[in-house]
T-cell receptor, first 115, second 115 residues
């Protein structure tokens, strides 16, 4: 069975400094992996996705993530944080067995950006 | 106009009352999902539907029921609401293509409070 672990429940950075949100996954199959962002009082928006093509995936708003099979990780990074990046971020794996398309969510990481 | 809409956006109800949350989509997707979000737990799947005649339980379906009235409409009901069903509820859609990634598109959420 697939599972996702986000290693930090809360990350705080200063504006203009790099962002690193960590995610480890467990999957018996070649996974599809996603990062979603949720701004306060908003729905979830897809940041980026990995689907077994390039291991370095670029997303919206300057975010990117690298799929590392040997480390079973899919960490999210951004070179320079902006105040508007403050939100909750979810690492997600798609359950590919049986073609159900079900998503399994991590617990979420709250990103705080300080001026 | 939003691709995935949810009504109501906020609802306060009393224990024992029946309540229905509605979801509509204009993306033309066959697959629809209902999730609940609780702090620190990420999103958990309640029910999902692959088409009008195909409805499946998710990991936390007890106390909930659903109805897929049309390809574009998927409703979630709480037959007798209880306080621990207080949560943020999300509807999502996906199609079965996209290289098997099954990325999902989320509505804005319904905040439900059961007193």
């Amino acid at each position: 069975a697939q599972s996702v672990t986000q290693l930090d429940s809360h990350v705080s950075v200063s504006e203009g400094t790099p962002v690193l949100l960590r995610c480890n996954y467990s999957s018996s199959y070649s996974p599809s992996l996603f990062w979603y962002v949720q701004h306060p009082n908003k729905g979830l928006q897809l940041l980026l996705k990995y689907t077994s093509a390039a291991t370095l995936v670029k997303g919206i708003n300057g975010f990117e993530a690298e799929f590392k099979k040997s480390e079973t990780s899919f960490h999210l990074t951004k070179p320079s944080a902006h105040m508007s990046d403050a939100a909750e971020y979810f690492c997600v794996v798609s359950e590919r067995t049986g073609n159900t398309g079900k998503l399994i969510f991590g617990q979420g990481t709250t990103l705080q950006v300080k001026p | 106009d939003a691709d995935v809409t949810q009504t109501p956006r906020n609802r306060i109800t009393k224990t024992g009352k029946r309540i229905m949350l509605e979801c509509s989509q204009t993306k033309g997707h066959d697959r629809m999902y209902w999730y609940r979000q609780d702090p620190g737990l990420g999103l958990r799947l309640i029910y999902y539907s692959f088409d009008v005649k195909d409805i499946n339980k998710g990991e936390i379906s007890d106390g909930y029921s659903v109805s897929r009235q049309a390809q574009a409409k998927f409703s979630l009901s709480l037959e007798s609401a209880i306080p621990n069903q207080t949560a943020l509820y999300f509807c999502a859609t996906s199609d079965a293509t996209g290289g098997g990634a099954y990325e999902q598109y989320f509505g804005p959420g319904t905040r439900l409070t059961v007193t």
